[in-house]
């Protein structure tokens, strides 16, 4: 299509009621239901079509990102977006559109496209190094047992067995202390932040977030209604003095593995971050997704676990220990709001799998747990070598690692890098399912890339770092 023809499809108002993303994506999807734009025709790249029009290329990205997700466009690596084939005559079909909400139509626009699925994915565990057969044993008890009528609607807030043994676990391995009437059981750790967001905050109120920080945390108080402010992050971890909590109802915190840098946090500063809140009155949600694994240095117990910690949300999950899929995490709720917590997760209907749970509870109880976490940490150690050697050997001081204190993911950044979208992207291309580390950041972003190394192999790596540096030389 001619550009001119392409920027005359589209009436952008930079005043009007909706924002431009929203704009840009009704005004091309209307083109291609009423067939100004046809099957397999080209659009402008997301360059092109920002220059065209007079938006930023993000503006263009995220429309063309909506359009996507809706079947409306094609896009391939490299390639210009195509509009694709639709069966525009079947009823109730895309012919007849339903409305989303705006909140749907911001849930479904990533800042920038990215593979879910591929090598280096950051965060991700190895799923075969799950213990299917021990798990297999356990789940099958689990399914023969009644489960004192949580196999209906009983114990929505967790398996009595499970909570009491999380308890045990949580205060041996983390230094809290708390009954399992405290503890609810959820299917994940982003089921747990919007069970959270919906207890300790209204539709409005602002959230403090790390910066770079996890953003699915950001994604999920953003959909539950919130203002996501910055809380920079430095070699110390989130740093309070940096940022205003005078109107953060929330604080979401990730210390003993900030995510994505993979800094500790030392006491001196969780002491700082729980006296902030403390004088703004926020409640701090401590994510401790993945405190299990521990490369550098000591674990230090949990900031909920500190003396005085005050209103701390603690949040886990068996998504790193064991699997993604699984869908089990847990909340500890601040004293006194436990049953307001409970009531909040029944209304969201966010209860986790019963035989799952009773499964889980078998498998921590016998103490299998624990050994897993200690075997399969060895493994993980071991690839985080064979990422880092690879790396440092092919790129040298072109590439400026920040070797992590814990978890599965370690950041790198690239000083002549200005744009590390394009070279994401060209990863990705490549099989590689690294991020833009800028994506992470709500403020100030820094380029570099995101590296998970839970599967990594030693041939992963090489072709990692060489597929980097040829990258970085064209
Ligand atoms: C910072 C952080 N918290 C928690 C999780 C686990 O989330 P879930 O339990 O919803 O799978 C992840 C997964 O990548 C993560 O990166």
Redesign the pocket.
């Known amino acids: 299509m001619e550009p001119a023809i392409f920027s005359s499809l589209v009436r952008l108002k930079p005043e009007g009621p909706d924002t431009l993303v929203v704009q840009l994506y009704r005004g091309i999807r209307s083109a291609v239901l009423d067939r100004r734009l046809i099957a397999g025709e080209a659009l402008p790249s997301s360059r092109a079509a920002a220059a065209l029009l007079g938006v930023g290329r993000n503006t263009v990205n995220a429309a063309y990102d909506l359009l996507v997700a809706e079947g409306m466009i094609e896009v391939r690596p490299g390639a210009q977006p195509r509009v694709a084939t639709l069966d525009l005559g079947k009823p109730g079909g895309v012919a007849d559109p339903i409305r989303l909400s705006e909140r749907a139509l911001a849930a479904m626009v990533p800042r920038r496209r990215g593979l879910s699925e591929g090598r280096l994915a950051?965060?991700?565990p190895d799923p075969a190094l799950f213990p299917a057969d021990a798990w297999g044993g356990v789940l099958r008890r689990a399914a023969r047992h009644r489960q004192d009528g949580a196999e209906g609607y009983a114990h929505f807030e967790g398996l009595p067995e499970l909570r009491k043994v999380l308890a045990d676990q949580l205060h041996r391995h983390r230094g809290l202390v708390f009954t399992p009437d405290d503890i609810v059981v959820?299917?994940?750790?982003?089921?747990?932040?919007m069970i959270a967001a919906a207890t300790f905050a209204d539709p409005g109120d602002s959230a403090l977030i790390e910066s770079p920080?996890?953003i699915?945390?950001r994604a999920t108080f953003q959909a539950a209604g919130l203002n996501c402010m910055a809380l920079p992050v430095d070699a110390q971890g989130a740093n309070p003095a940096l940022a205003d909590f005078s109107n953060a109802r929330l604080v979401y915190v990730?210390p003993s593995?900030q995510?994505?840098t993979g800094v500790r946090m030392p006491v001196s500063r969780r002491l700082a971050v729980l006296e902030a809140a403390r004088g703004a009155d926020s409640i701090v949600v401590e994510?401790d997704?993945?405190s299990e694994f521990l490369w550098e240095g000591r674990g230090i117990a949990a900031l909920a676990a500190l003396p005085d910690a005050g209103h701390v949300v603690y949040?886990g999950?068996?998504?790193?220990s064991l699997l993604?899929g699984l869908?089990?995490?847990w909340i500890v709720a601040p004293q006194g709001s436990a049953s307001a917590i409970r009531a909040v997760q029944r209304r969201l209907g966010l209860a986790a799998n019963v035989h799952a749970q009773a499964a889980l509870a078998e498998f921590m109880a016998q103490g299998a747990y624990r050994a897993h976490i200690g075997a399969i940490s060895s493994a993980y150690h071991d690839r985080l070598g064979i990422v880092v050697s690879a790396l440092t050997g092919a790129l040298g001081d072109r590439i400026k690692l920040s070797r992590p204190d814990g978890?599965?993911?370690l950041t790198a950044l690239l000083p002549e890098v200005a744009d590390d979208g394009p070279l994401r992207e060209s990863l990705n291309a490549d099989g590689f399912a690294v991020s833009s580390l800028s994506d992470y950041f709500l403020d100030r972003p820094e380029q570099g890339l995101v590296i998970g190394f839970g599967t990594a192999t030693s041939r992963d790596a090489r072709r990692f770092a060489e597929a980097l540096a040829r990258h970085l030389d064209s």
């Open positions: 950051p965060g991700s959820t299917p994940g750790t982003q089921a747990s932040l920080g996890y699915s945390a990730t593995t995510y994505p994510d997704y993945d949040l999950s068996a998504a790193k993604p869908r089990i995490g978890g599965l993911q």
